[in-house]
């Protein structure tokens, strides 16, 4: 069965900085990997996904991620954090086979001004 | 742009009572799920449903849970007889397509139900 491991329940980091938040998965076969992102009295928003193709994916509001095989990882990035990027974040996998989508336990992330 | 709506924002229930949690999905999708979060905890899967049917379902999704498309806008998550562990945030979400191809879940805002 699919798992998504996202390690790290709070991520800080000052506006104008990197930022970065991990996830792990573990499927059967190639994944279908996807990040949502969820602000306060709000459903999760879809933000990039990445099915097949180039490692590197972008998404909404400049995020992008990259897929690692070796590392079986799709960490979600951004060069120049906004304080209005300070929400949940949720990672998601898939097995192609027609599992349902199953998501991490969400990191959330804190920018300071 | 279509939203998923979701009503009640806010249930309150006493244990054992019968729930009803109603989600108008996008117009034009055709799948439909349940998520819910348990507070602190992960988003986990409930169940998707397709033409009129339940196409997956989870451990979770017991007998004491049922979902029905009763008019083809709304899509409701019964619980006949909520518990404690019941409580969390469940989220309805629907797809054009299945979720893992070039149609991701669009998700509603939730609903928090509280037993007590």
């Known amino acids: ?113 | 742009e279509p939203e998923v709506t979701q009503t009640p924002s806010h249930q309150v229930t006493q244990m054992g009572q019968e729930v009803i949690l109603r989600c108008v999905p996008i117009s034009n999708h055709l799948y439909f799920y349940w998520y819910r979060q348990i507070l602190g905890q992960k988003v986990e899967f409930l169940v998707s449903f397709y033409n009129n049917e339940i196409s997956e379902k989870s451990e979770i999704f017991d007998d004491q849970f049922s979902v029905e498309r009763p008019d083809g806008s709304n899509f409701t998550l019964k619980i006949r007889s909520t518990k404690l562990e019941d409580s969390a945030m469940y989220f309805c979400a629907s797809s054009v397509g299945l979720s893992s191809y070039n149609s991701p879940l669009h998700f509603g805002n939730g609903t928090r139900l509280t037993v007590t």
């Open chain 1, 1 to 113: 069965a699919q798992s998504v491991a996202q390690p790290e329940d709070q991520v800080n980091v000052a506006e104008g900085n990197p930022l970065t938040v991990k996830c792990t998965y573990s499927v059967s076969g190639n994944p279908y990997l996807f990040w949502y992102v969820q602000y306060p009295n709000r459903g999760l928003q879809f933000l990039l996904k990445y099915i097949t193709g180039d490692n590197l994916v972008k998404g909404s509001y400049g995020f992008e991620a990259e897929f690692n095989k070796s590392q079986t990882s799709f960490h979600l990035k951004k060069p120049s954090a906004l304080v209005s990027d300070s929400a949940l974040y949720f990672c998601a996998v898939r097995d192609p086979s027609n599992t349902p989508l199953v998501f991490g336990k969400g990191t959330r992330l804190s920018v300071i001004a």
